[in-house]
């Protein structure tokens, strides 16, 4: 099968779906792949990397699209590619489709198959969005820092550990992988962390990432009392395939004190907090009612060297299997990531979403 890797296009997104190694292995197991000049340029392998293990380059999207038959890429794509996707093609990404209707309906119109990165399931484990998901959490700690210092109009807050000096106080609204990794960061710093979750699993998980962490079930006041103490929150909430639902209300936000920080992982399934909109690297944060809102979609996109390294590896043995499976007799682990299939809708958690809009 014909292999087709675009250069993203999302504000500052430097991250590559598959690294010149993985292209090796998918070109000896016969496959042809294609790579866009410069996709792997931000991540730190050059066009001269791929060319040297076999990998053909495209000089343009319009190129790469043309040639590939299974499009790879790391975002979902944006509206200035819609047009460069055909019938015959298949779409291995990020999509997020529950909180991007506008992309459900240009992804059927094209009259393609999709599967979503997100949602590819290995026993209770989600081996794609994992690894963003742990960078996420890092990121969400080093973001909020950097919006709580006074330069940047936050608070003036430090969030590692000072003699003498009360502890930063940070929440964080789910412990998936995403929220344990934020939870393990600031709790590294010495912050003072509350870690909210309906599960005793999570909670169990969450308490042992430090002393410093306290779990709580988000029953009653506690949430938002929590909440308007904070100096830090992290919304964390997935529910998978889903739209994430709006947890951290718009109330609870107005008794936030000024210059307090959230930062949504959420955002790219809609977001947890109800005064978050999307935002990209190029304009992250905002102020509604005095707190500063970061709700970029593509957190890990900032660390593309890491982050492309990290999904590459989980990403071969998921690609390698679709390229070598005829198209409606794809492998069963792939089962649950199928969204759309020759133009139609077939995923019902975003039915489901769809029908609630």
């Known amino acids: 099968m014909h292999i087709a890797i675009p250069k993203e296009t999302k504000p500052y997104e430097g991250r590559v779906a598959l690294l010149p190694d993985a ?17 792997g340029e931000a991540s730190g392998y050059s066009d001269a990397h791929y060319q040297r293990i076999g990998v053909e380059v495209a000089a343009d999207a319009a190129a790469t699209y043309a040639a590939g038959e299974l499009i790879v890429k790391v975002k979902e794509p944006l509206p200035a590619e819609w047009a460069l996707l055909r019938d015959d093609h298949r779409l291995f990404s990020f999509l997020h489709l529950a909180a991007a209707p506008d992309l459900v309906d240009a992804l059927c119109r094209r009259g393609l198959t999709a599967w979503a990165f997100e949602t590819v399931k290995a026993g209770e484990q989600f ?7 742990r960078i996420a ?10 919006w709580l210092q006074g330069v940047s109009g936050g608070r003036g807050v430090l969030l590692g550990r000072m003699p003498g000096v009360p502890r930063a106080r940070v929440v964080v609204v789910g412990c998936g992988q995403a929220g344990l990794s934020a ?10 962390v509350e870690a909210f979750d309906l599960q005793q699993s999570a909670l169990d998980a969450a308490a042992t990432l430090g002393a410093n962490v306290t779990t709580l079930y988000p029953h009653g006041d506690a949430l938002a009392d929590a909440v308007a103490a ?12 889903r739209r994430a639902p709006a947890v951290i209300t718009e109330a609870m936000v107005q008794r936030m004190r000024p210059g307090t920080v959230i930062v949504d992982i959420s955002i790219d399934q809609g977001g947890c907090v109800e005064t978050m909109e999307p935002r990209g690297y190029d304009d992250p944060a905002y102020l509604r009612h005095g707190v ?19 999904l590459s590896a989980a990403l071969l043995p998921y690609v390698a ?30 039915r489901a979403e769809r029908e609630l809009a």
């Open 137 to 146: 959490g890092v990121l969400a700690i080093h973001q909020g820092a950097r």
């Open 23 to 39: 292209c090796d292995s998918l070109i000896r197991r016969g496959h042809v792949v294609t790579v866009q000049s410069q996709a």
């Open 292 to 310: 500063w809102h970061l709700g970029v979609a593509n957190l890990p996109g900032a660390v593309p060297r890491t982050a492309s390294q990290a």
């Open 127 to 133: 081996p794609l969005l994992a690894p963003m998901s």
């Open 230 to 241: 904070a100096d830090l929150v992290v919304g964390a909430v997935l529910v998978p395939g």
């Open 321 to 350: 299997m679709l390229a070598s499976s005829p198209l409606g007799d794809e492998p069963a682990e792939l089962a649950s990531a199928l969204s759309i299939r020759g133009g139609k809708l077939v995923d019902e958690r975003v």
């Open 183 to 192: 939870i393990g960061t600031a709790a590294a710093l010495g912050a003072s």
